[in-house]
């Protein structure tokens, strides 16, 4: 049960620098089919939904290329994450953990990845299955999926698989 500031118990918050040290430019907004954070799928493995993800006209030609891939590599900004967790709880894992050893939304600064199926591209506008965000959600970068060099398939994450 978490405390009135939102904290469970065993986990730690900091104070957080005073400034920034790097600006970010949103290039798109994400558009799911999950209205808020309670409704999205934990990972985007969890859900074949297809999302759109809208690209702002300014960065247009920056999608010269992209069509001929069959995944992406998106990266988004989780703007309701609070971001002054360092040791966190995640209700369906119970036990606290490292934030730098979790996948949660909840970190410095909240960007998450998910790797994607690419369905379609009209124009600004890309089909995709494999997201896990609330729509409208901040997108920030995309790139192309290597499978030969992104994908180590005997990769161990130890505290989840002994769970
Ligand atoms: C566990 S995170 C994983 C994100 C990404 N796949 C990753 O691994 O970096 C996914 C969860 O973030 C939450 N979430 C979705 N959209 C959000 C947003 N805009 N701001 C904060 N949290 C969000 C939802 O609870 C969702 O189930």
């Not at 009135?4 to 970010?24: C, H, T, Y």
């Not at 993800?53 to 989780?78: C, F, K, N, Q």
């Not at 901040?138 to 790139?143: E, T, V």
């Not at 030969?148 to 505290?159: C, E, F, I, K, L």
Request: net charge negative.
């Amino acid at each position: 049960m978490a405390d009135d500031a939102g904290i469970r118990p065993g986990e730690i918050k900091v104070e957080l620098p005073q400034g920034f040290d790097a600006g970010l430019y949103f290039i798109g907004r994400i558009r799911t089919p999950w209205p808020t954070r309670d409704d999205c799928p934990k990972n985007g493995r969890e859900s074949d939904a297809v999302c759109t993800i809208e690209v702002d006209p300014r960065y247009a030609a920056a999608l010269a290329g992209v069509a001929s891939s069959t995944h992406l590599l998106v990266l988004y900004w989780m703007d309701e994450a609070r971001r002054d967790l360092v040791v966190q709880a995640p209700r369906h894992y119970g036990e606290p953990r490292g934030t730098f050893a979790l996948r949660s939304p909840v970190r410095p600064n909240p960007i998450a990845a998910s790797v994607v199926k690419l369905v379609q591209v009209e124009d600004l506008r890309l089909s995709v299955v494999g997201l896990d965000c609330r729509d409208g959600t901040p997108l920030i970068d995309l790139k192309p999926y290597f499978a030969s060099t992104d994908a180590v398939p005997d990769a161990v994450v130890g505290w989840h698989a002994k769970r």
